[in-house]
């Protein structure tokens, strides 16, 4: 463009839009002033990270408040931002005493360690705090942490995760019913997790064809996945009832959905269109706690986790079950109908393959045609 591009300063992007003026449309500029924007920020935190005394947060507080917004600089999701934050504060409050620029990385094993010895937490919950805790050092405070050998690890138990039979789903199903019964359905005909089947949208179907997109699951990752048949008519009455509450919604000038960040910017009308209306959308208006913007958002994952151990109380089924239960019954069953371990995998969306093979131990098909030595005693009234 021939201009100095600085993450400093604002010229140089203002001289470059406006030499385009008459070149782009309005939302070429939109897109191409984002961009720009990115890059900056994305210069300006390389500048801090190798600058020989980045900026460190002088209080708690204000780190909290740098963590917030490096979080959603990234877009990390909201679930994400709150366990991050919790994990921060927490592991502040632990400190006898220290602004966050004096912590280094033996605070960190100390906390670790606290976490493993005296709370007693499990294995994941002192992985998930270390997470958080790097991602801190990283990205606010500008510290590495490198080592930590000292660190009493909390030992991972093996575990097997627990399965419904097909039995003991219809028997659960049958106790569900309307929106809380499709959704189960969709959960165990797709492997979804809880949060893949809330943020469904209905251009997320393909209905005729038998599968749905799961967009930005675990990861961040894409994935096509499997739409039982029989849902269909199902799937077509509640759509029709969507569309009614949709064009409601457009009739009274209600505020939209939200979309991603990114999207949002690129089509700034695309929050009122039907394609992007959720599946299961929520019956009130709500206010985003991040933006502070009011609108329609997806069902709230404990109406579906309230409406699931209730059926699952009155089905009788003595199982320590959930809906993501759901997930671990689907694919279990399809290994026991003899599908591959890597099509389990690709339908699961699992990054490695070691992490679907858990499901062949709890497949309860004999592959090897084993006979218990217990069958073949002779019974007692033979002796």
Request: charged fraction near 30%; glycine fraction near 4%; hydrophobic fraction near 35%.
């Amino acid at each position: 463009s021939g201009h100095r591009l600085s993450p400093w300063e604002d010229s140089a992007l203002k001289a470059f839009l406006e030499d385009r003026q008459t070149t782009l449309e309005e939302w070429q500029l939109r897109q191409a002033r984002d961009a720009i924007e990115r890059y900056r920020r994305f210069r300006l935190r390389e500048h801090q990270r190798t600058s020989r005394d980045p900026p460190v947060p002088e209080t708690w507080d204000s780190a909290i408040v740098a963590l917030r917004e490096e979080l959603r600089l990234q877009q990390k999701s909201l679930r994400t931002e709150k366990t991050y934050v919790h994990w921060a504060r927490d592991f502040s409050r632990s400190l006898s005493a220290g602004a966050p620029g004096t912590v280094d990385q033996r605070d960190v094993r100390s906390y670790l360690t606290e976490l493993a010895l005296t709370r007693g937490v499990a294995s994941s919950t002192q992985k998930q705090a270390f997470v958080a805790l790097l991602f801190l050092f990283r990205h606010v405070l500008h510290r590495n942490i490198d080592d930590l050998s000292e660190t009493v690890r909390v030992r991972k138990p093996r575990r097997l995760p627990v399965v419904l039979s097909r039995d003991e789903i219809t028997r659960i199903f049958a106790r569900l019913s309307d929106t809380s019964l499709l959704m189960c359905r969709l959960i165990y005909g797709g492997g979804l997790r809880l949060s893949e089947c809330l943020g469904l949208r209905i251009h997320d179907l393909d209905v005729p064809g038998g599968a749905m997109t799961v967009r930005s699951g675990k990861w961040d990752k894409d994935r096509v996945t499997l739409l039982p048949a029989r849902l269909q008519p199902e799937l077509e009455r509640h759509i029709s009832r969507v569309r009614r509450l949709f064009e409601e919604d457009r009739a009274l000038d209600r505020p939209g959905v939200p979309l991603p960040a990114s999207l949002a910017r690129k089509y700034p009308n695309a929050d009122t269109r039907w394609e992007w209306y959720w599946l299961f959308p929520s019956a009130r208006i709500s206010v985003d706690p991040r933006t502070g913007r009011p609108g329609r958002f997806h069902l709230y994952p404990s109406t579906l986790q309230r409406s699931f151990h209730t059926a699952l109380r009155r089905s009788g089924v003595a199982k320590a079950a959930s809906v993501h239960t759901l997930r671990h019954s689907f694919a279990t069953h399809l290994l026991e109908d003899g599908y591959d371990i890597r099509t389990v995998q690709e339908l699961l969306g699992h990054a490695d393959v070691s992490t679907t093979m858990i499901y062949t131990h709890v497949a309860t098909r004999n592959k090897l045609g084993v006979i218990s030595p217990a069958d073949k005693l002779e019974s007692s009234s033979h002796r």
